[in-house]
């Protein structure tokens, strides 16, 4: 199964058929867990995060990409609520959803080999192949 990309998903509910947006919401939520994403987050991010990272309360910069990275994928792959993500990766309140949501589409606008996006797209590739 392919995941859909940002942009796909966004010209689906553009076309306002919400019988195929249903179909296609359908077809994204899959069996995967939020451990499932911090796993390919910490095989991914190897050698920058602590084993223990999603349990650490620190705001280094690696750490905080990483729990973006995570609130991202879950928010917009599987369905979760808000309040059960921010609570599994990083402890905060759901408002931080939005904050991650922001940082990430930033990040998508940058160039296509920078560090950041290629670390999310490793995340997302390892994710596609886990539930192929």
């Given at each position: 199964?392919?995941?859909?990309?940002?942009?796909e998903?966004?010209?689906?509910?553009?076309?306002?058929n919400?019988?195929?947006?249903?179909t296609?919401?359908?077809?994204?939520?899959?069996?995967m867990?939020?451990?499932?994403?911090?796993?390919?987050?910490?095989?991914?991010?190897?050698?920058?995060?602590?084993?223990d990272?999603?349990?650490v309360?620190?705001?280094?910069?690696?750490?905080?990409?990483?729990?973006?990275?995570?609130?991202?994928i879950?928010?917009?792959?599987t369905?979760?609520s808000?309040?059960?993500?921010?609570?599994?990766?990083?402890?905060?309140?759901?408002?931080?959803?939005?904050?991650?949501?922001?940082?990430?589409?930033?990040?998508?606008?940058?160039?296509?080999?920078?560090?950041?996006?290629?670390?999310?797209?490793?995340?997302?590739?390892?994710?596609?192949?886990?539930?192929?």
């Amino acid at each position: 199964m392919k995941l859909l990309t940002e942009q796909e998903f966004n010209q689906i509910k553009q076309t306002k058929n919400f019988a195929t947006y249903r179909t296609a919401i359908q077809k994204e939520v899959t069996s995967m867990s939020l451990a499932m994403i911090a796993d390919a987050i910490q095989k991914v991010m190897a050698g920058k995060l602590p084993t223990d990272w999603l349990a650490v309360d620190d705001r280094a910069k690696e750490l905080m990409y990483a729990r973006h990275y995570g609130r991202y994928i879950a928010y917009m792959y599987t369905k979760y609520s808000g309040a059960d993500i921010t609570r599994y990766f990083g402890g905060r309140d759901h408002t931080v959803i939005y904050n991650s949501l922001k940082v990430i589409r930033a990040i998508g606008k940058t160039p296509i080999d920078d560090p950041r996006r290629v670390e999310i797209g490793a995340i997302l590739d390892l994710l596609n192949q886990k539930i192929k």
